[in-house]
C-alpha cells in the first residue's frame, strides 16, 4: 500500500521569504501524480499544484513549485515571496494512474502547518 | 457558479442518532467522495461514487452509509454505529477518467460534526 510522509508538523516563514514544504512517499507503481492541497483557517481544501510522475519537469504555479525526485521518491512543495496569506495547513497528496478497485483515491499525508510571520 | 455545497456547516448530534450530511455539485463530475478528517491527521477516505447507484467503501466505512441515486448528489449518513463521529467532514468530486491527468479531485467547504 502506498504511503505519504510528511516529516514537518510546523513550519514558520517570514513574510516575502521563501520555504519548502517536504513529502516523501512510498510506492511500487512507476505511474502516479502527486499533488500539494492547502487549508486555511476557513477549512476549505484548495489545490495548490499537481505533478505527473512521467513528467520530468517540475510544476510551476505562480509563485508556488515543486521539486519532484521519482528516484527518491520525495515530492517538496516551495512556496516563494511568502504572503500573509499563505498560512494554512498543507497537505501532500498521492494518487495512483490505475484506476482498477480503489486505486485511483487519494492518499494524504498528515499535514504541515505553515505560519507566515509579518 | 460551478462547485461544491455541504450542508449544514455545523451539525451537532446526540448518542444514537443518525444523522445525514447533504453534499451537492453542479460541475457535472461523474465521481464523489467523502473525507473524515481529525485533527493532526490527512484525510481518510469513507466511501466514494464513480457513476450513479454505484459507491464504494474506502478505508474508514464502518459506521457509515451512502448513496448516489442523482448525479449531483452524495448524502452520507453518519449512523449510530459510528464509535467516534465528532470530526471534520469533507466531500469532494472529481471527473472520472481512467488514465486521464484532467481528474483533480475538487472539495466543498466541508461539515463539522460534533457528538453531544
Known amino acids: 500500500a502506498q504511503t505519504v510522509t510528511q516529516s514537518q508538523p510546523e513550519m514558520s516563514v517570514q513574510e516575502a521569504e521563501t520555504v519548502t514544504l517536504s513529502c516523501t512517499y512510498d510506492t511500487s507503481e512507476s505511474d502516479y501524480y502527486l499533488f500539494w492541497y492547502k487549508q486555511p483557517p476557513s477549512r476549505q481544501m484548495i489545490l495548490v499544484i499537481r505533478?505527473?510522475?512521467?513528467?520530468?519537469q517540475n510544476a510551476t504555479e505562480n509563485r508556488f513549485s515543486v521539486n519532484f525526485q521519482k528516484a527518491a521518491k520525495s515530492f517538496s512543495l516551495k512556496i516563494s515571496d511568502s504572503q500573509l496569506g499563505d498560512a494554512a495547513m498543507y497537505f501532500c497528496a498521492y494518487r495512483s494512474a490505475n484506476y482498477g478497485g480503489s486505486q485511483g483515491n487519494l492518499i494524504f499525508g498528515k499535514g504541515t502547518k505553515l505560519s507566515v510571520k509579518p | 457558479d460551478g462547485g461544491i455545497t455541504q450542508s449544514p456547516k455545523y451539525l451537532f448530534r446526540k448518542e444514537g442518532q443518525n444523522v445525514t450530511l447533504s453534499c451537492e455539485q453542479n460541475l457535472n463530475h461523474d465521481a464523489m467522495y467523502w473525507y473524515r478528517q481529525d485533527p493532526g491527521q490527512g484525510l481518510r477516505l469513507i466511501y466514494y461514487?464513480?457513476?450513479?447507484?454505484?459507491?464504494q467503501k474506502g478505508d474508514i466505512a464502518e459506521g457509515y452509509s451512502v448513496s448516489r441515486e442523482k448525479k449531483e448528489s452524495f448524502p452520507l449518513t453518519v449512523t449510530s454505529a459510528q464509535k467516534n463521529p465528532t470530526a471534520f467532514y469533507l466531500c469532494a468530486s472529481s471527473i472520472w477518467a481512467p488514465g486521464s491527468s484532467t481528474d483533480t479531485q475538487y472539495f466543498g467547504p466541508g461539515t463539522r460534526l460534533t457528538v453531544l
Open positions: 461514487s464513480q457513476i450513479v447507484n454505484d459507491f
Open positions: 505533478q505527473e510522475a512521467y513528467k520530468q
